[in-house]
Antibody, heavy 119, light 111 residues
Framework: EVQLLESGGGLDQPGGSLRLSCAAS????????MSWVRQAPGKGLEWVSL???????YYADSVKGRFTISRDNSKNTLYLQMNSLRVEDTAVYYC?????????????WGQGTLVTVSS | QSALTQPASVSGSPGQSITISCTGT?????????VSWYQQHPGKAPKLMIY???YRPSGVSNRFSGSKSGNTASLTISGLQAEDEADYYC???????????FGTGTKVTVL
């Protein structure tokens, strides 16, 4: 059974930094791209970032230059380093596993971790 | 990259069929076969309902179907049931550097 377990969320001030982690199990982690998707309170889904199985990275314009996605295949763990946090980064952040074809949709989601940016 | 456009709300009575539209551009919805649809109940993670325009993952009811015409994709729910009441989001691959874009979301209400 595929499981994605996020951690690292919490409260931080504008300009601060947080690192989210996602522990994956139930599939061959190193073979798949992984992604982060966020949802601000009461708002819609927003794609944040993706890392391919070979390490290529992609970002939404809203986080480019501030967030860094990475993975540790030896630990089956996905990360999202978030720097220069803004109030508008407040959201539930979901760890997500795309289907075999990274463009074909996300077939597994974590339960999400809440990040709150406020002074 | 702007979000794909969906109606804010759609409603129907039990047993009826409803259709949710998702409008993009030739750089996303219209240019690729990679349109997905997600169902999200309050407080829950999204669930994949349709991928690659019209394919259903294993376990998803055949009451859900997808299609696309030009720059607009559609999700149809037939035989509407109370459990279908949820938010629905489309997404598409995009040729822009951002790779993926979601729709604005549609709240489905079962009357």
């Amino acid at each position: 059974e595929v499981q994605l377990l996020e951690s690292g969320g919490g409260l931080d001030q504008p300009g601060g930094s947080l690192r989210l982690s996602c522990a994956a199990s139930g599939f061959t982690f190193s073979s798949y791209a992984m992604s982060w998707v966020r949802q601000a309170p009461g708002k819609g889904l927003e794609w944040v970032s993706l890392i391919t199985n070979s390490g290529n990275t992609y970002y939404a314009d809203s986080v480019k230059g501030r967030f860094t996605i990475s993975r540790d295949n030896s630990k089956n763990t996905l990360y999202l380093q978030m720097n220069s946090l803004r109030v508008e980064d407040t959201a539930v952040y979901y760890c997500a596993k795309p289907k075999d074809d990274v463009a074909a949709g996300i077939d597994y989601w974590g339960q999400g971790t809440l990040v709150t940016v406020s002074s | 990259q702007s979000a794909l456009t969906q109606p804010a709300s759609v409603s129907g009575s039990p047993g009826q069929s409803i259709t949710i539209s998702c409008t993009g551009t030739s750089s996303d919805v219209g240019g690729y076969k990679y349109v997905s649809w997600y169902q999200q109940h309050p407080g829950k993670a999204p669930k994949l309902m349709i991928y690659e325009v019209n394919y259903r993952p294993s376990g998803v009811s055949n009451r859900f179907s997808g299609s696309k015409s030009g720059n607009t994709a559609s999700l149809t729910i037939s035989g509407l049931q109370a459990e279908d009441e949820a938010d629905y989001y489309c997404s598409s691959y995009t040729s822009s550097s951002t790779l993926c874009v979601f729709g604005t979301g549609t709240k489905v209400t079962v009357l």
